[in-house]
T-cell receptor
């Protein structure tokens, strides 16, 4: 199994630009989570999906952030427009419902200048 | 709502010494508890988990953890630390809805 795949691994962009982060969960996992990790705030849950449906997006910081899961094998997290304070490592994790064990991807390091 | 507290931000131990990382949780029902490890530049990897049954659980890399309901604790232990154990360690509690809450993490430094 390839594990959770995230792309890109690194992204550097200028303030105001649109950023799209991508995630491919492990096949057979029907829950997907997006996290943000910073030194100041630690690991924060942004949103999670179950069977492609957003269940809890209370962690999404503001309207500039949006997430989609058009099918069971793909999800995106979009930031538009990006700001320097969005600089962080963004993780995607997937889980088989009932297992409770989350499998994390390697993360995308986002730098907004 | 559930919460997790890891009281130690940073711990330093000598290679070969024993290790205990503390974790306290708050959750109204029977918790599902986890320890994850994160090496620099990597995602989180599961070390071990507790759902029910034996309160002492064994994990990968020689780690174990003990669930103590009376103390709301789930401390992680290793009898002899290796230099490769240097990493950040996260305790987490999951609800039966599948959502996990993570602690702030404990950074482990291993002295030669």
């Amino acid at each position: 199994d390839a594990g959770v795949i995230q792309s890109p691994r690194h992204e550097v962009t200028e303030m105001g630009q649109e950023v799209t982060l991508r995630c491919k969960p492990i096949s057979g996992h029907n829950s997907l989570f997006w996290y943000r990790q910073t030194m100041m705030r630690g690991l924060e849950l942004l949103i999670y999906f179950n069977n492609n449906v957003p269940i809890d997006d209370s962690g999404m910081p503001e309207d500039r952030f949006s997430a989609k899961m058009p099918n069971a094998s793909f999800s995106t997290l979009k930031i538009q427009p990006s700001e320097p304070r969005d600089s962080a490592v963004y993780f995607c994790a997937s889980m088989r419902t009932g297992d409770y064990e989350q499998y994390f991807g390697p993360g995308t390091r986002l730098t907004v200048t | 709502a559930q919460s997790v507290t890891q009281p130690d931000i940073h711990i330093t131990v000598s290679e070969g010494a024993s290790l205990e990382l503390r974790c306290n949780y708050s959750y109204g029902a029977t918790p599902y508890l986890f320890w994850y490890v994160q090496s620099p530049g990597q995602g989180l990897q599961l070390l071990l988990k507790y759902f029910s049954g034996d309160t002492l659980v064994q994990g990968i890399k020689g780690f174990e953890a003990e669930f103590k309901r009376s103390q709301s604790s789930f401390n992680l232990r290793k009898p002899s630390v290796h230099w490769s154990d240097a990493a950040e360690y996260f305790c987490a509690v999951a609800t039966n809805a599948g959502k996990s809450t993570f602690g702030d993490g404990t950074t482990l430094t291993v002295k030669p």
